[in-house]
């Protein structure tokens, strides 16, 4: 088995585990990854967030939205 092939088979293993915990009832995860499509390479890993940090960040990005509304280049 070549590398990329190896490491595809590493990421599709990597998913179904994560999909497995959670359609189990089993810790929820904390973090999740990002792979490159082509290598199947991690190339992030990203937090998992409850709904109070969204509604928190949503809450930010909302104001920061209208505060930049507000700016312009003259």
């Known amino acids: 088995m070549s590398a ?11 998913k179904a ?4 915990k959670a359609a189990r009832g089993a810790a929820t995860p904390t973090t999740f990854e990002s792979l490159n499509p082509r290598t199947g390479d991690v190339v992030a890993t990203h937090p998992v967030h ?10 930010r990005a909302r104001t920061a939205a209208a505060w930049w ?3 312009s280049f003259d």
């Open 69 to 71: 509304s507000e700016l």
């Open 17 to 20: 585990t994560t999909r497995t």
């Open 4 to 14: 990329p092939e190896k490491r595809q088979k590493t990421a599709k293993t990597t």
């Open 50 to 59: 409850g709904e109070r940090e969204v509604a928190d960040a949503v809450a």
